[in-house]
């Protein structure tokens, strides 16, 4: 019998717990995350290692230790520089233990550089990295417009920025145009509003020169113009800006990419347009000189030129001009001499045309026939007459059958002089006019054929079937002449 046996005591081993490797990993992880939730970590960064997903991954390591670090995405996208290997940081998490190596790891929620704040360096950076692509080259630069027509500004509606760039502009030229884009200047989103403004302006703004604006503040309140995107919109801009961030002593990435850089937003307006009476000024001062130049280029041109008119050649080519002339002088007389005898000569044809013309006029030669039908006519009548009397008081009765054969002679005469008369009726112009047709006749008597022969106030006769009238001819819409 033992001696705890003899003593009446009795001991039970103790129970062993096993630990599977996750379970115990998750153990140590969450004592680890309970007891170091906030803590404040100091070392140098090494392996470095930005992922596509947006977290950074590197190593912080002291001269005797190391430790892994994982910066998420949503927080590395608020980091205001560009960590590197070999810098010397303080970051603040929290403990963790990467399950699947079992590593021991820092999350980091926040990170600055030891000894320059974290927005100076990120400054310096961006500084460095935009200077080594030339964006800072004074050769790439726009000049400034002397006097611009309409100015686009950039800054916020509410700013006393902008009331100071209206107040100069006011003043120094009130007939300048300003169109006004208003942004936020301050906070994360003023960077994405004010690279929009100046991309506004560009496409359709249609001004001269572009004032990015903001008042002074600190470091902070202007890190907004120092934004990456930001400045490589100012120096894509097809159109000249202007820079007035802050106070005389403010320096932004903006100032440095910008093609001019002014201390104030005063002295902005101040640089984008010259004061009125200082133009006035100025284009006295040019119309003097080009006055001045301009007489003396002319008194330069005449002396030589008097001296070349004095030279022999020319007096040879003003004898050869003038003698040319005389023949061309000559040469005009002889054809106005020879049109004159043509005119003449085509008048006199002309005349002699009409002459003849009126010489057969059928209305005249119808007349002279309608004459002698009314004498033969009545000649007629009167024997007729004469004939029958006899007969009726008896007187040549044994001419009986001689008086028929007289009779039937007259008859066939008469019917043949009434044939004739209807014929001549038939051709007579005056038959024609009965249908309905008119005959127009100038101030001359002349048949108008054309309306070419007639003017404007000409007078002319129209005879128609009955009657005649007279009328004066008026120009038509279509430009023809009428009555």
């Known amino acids: 019998m033992g001696m705890t046996e003899q003593l009446g005591l009795t001991f039970a081993a103790p129970a062993r717990k096993v630990f599977a490797v996750r379970e115990l990993v998750s153990t140590v992880r969450s004592e680890l995350e309970r007891s170091f939730t906030d803590i404040y970590v100091e070392g140098e960064i090494s392996n470095y290692r930005p992922a596509e997903s947006g977290h950074v991954y590197f190593t912080l390591k002291d001269s005797s230790a190391q430790l892994r670090v994982v910066l998420w995405r949503s927080q590395a ?24 190596r079992g590593e021991l790891q820092l999350q980091a929620e926040y990170i600055e550089p030891k000894g320059a704040g974290a927005l100076q360096l990120a400054f310096e950076q961006l500084k460095a990295k935009l200077a080594a692509e030339g964006l800072f080259d004074p050769a790439r630069k726009k000049p400034i417009p002397a006097l611009p027509r309409r100015i686009g500004v950039v800054t916020s509606s509410r700013a006393a920025a902008l009331r100071d760039i209206l107040n100069i502009l006011q003043r120094r030229h009130e ?7 208003p942004a936020q200047v301050q906070g994360d989103v003023a960077a994405g509003e004010v690279s929009a403004g100046v991309r506004y302006l560009n496409r359709y703004g249609k001004v001269d020169v572009i004032i990015v604006a903001r008042g002074g503040g600190s470091l902070e309140d202007l890190f907004a113009f120092n934004d990456e995107g930001l400045a490589r919109t100012i120096a894509d801009s097809k159109i000249p800006v202007i820079s007035a961030i802050g106070h005389e002593t403010d320096f932004t990435i903006c100032d440095f990419v910008a093609d001019k850089r002014a201390a104030t937003p005063s002295e902005a307006a101040e640089i984008v347009v010259a004061a009125k009476h200082e133009l006035d000024e100025r284009l006295i001062t040019f119309h003097r000189r080009l006055l001045k130049a301009t007489q003396y280029r002319l008194l330069l041109v005449r002396n030589k030129l ?14 050869s001009i003038a003698r040319r002339q005389q023949r061309v002088d000559e040469k005009i007389y002889r054809m106005a001499q020879a049109q004159t005898q043509n005119l003449n000569r085509l008048r006199r044809r002309h005349e002699a045309l009409d002459s003849r013309l009126r010489h ?38 044994p001419m009986d059958a001689l008086s028929r054969a007289a009779e039937s002679v007259i008859l066939k005469k008469q019917a043949a002089w009434l044939g004739l008369d209807r014929s001549l009726q038939a051709l007579s112009p005056k038959a024609v006019l009965s249908r309905g047709y008119a005959l127009v006749f100038d101030e001359n008597g002349r048949l108008v054929k054309e309306a070419s022969q007639l003017k404007s106030g000409d007078r002319v006769r129209t005879e128609l079937g009955r009657g005649r009238f007279t009328a004066e001819v008026k120009a038509t819409e279509s430009g023809e002449e009428t009555p």
């Open 77 to 100: 996208r608020l980091l205001r520089f560009r960590p590197e290997n070999g810098m010397l940081v303080i970051i603040r998490g929290r403990v963790t233990v990467y399950d699947e």
């Open 175 to 181: 007939s300048v145009s300003v169109l006004i884009y």
């Open 306 to 319: 008097t001296r070349l008119t004095q030279h022999a050649v020319f007096a040879r080519m003003q004898d």
């Open 360 to 397: 057969h006029d059928m209305r005249i030669r119808l007349g002279n026939v309608r004459r002698e039908l009314s004498d033969r006519e009545t000649a007629l009548s009167a024997a007729m007459s004469n004939w029958l009397t006899r007969q009726r008081t008896g007187i040549e009765r």
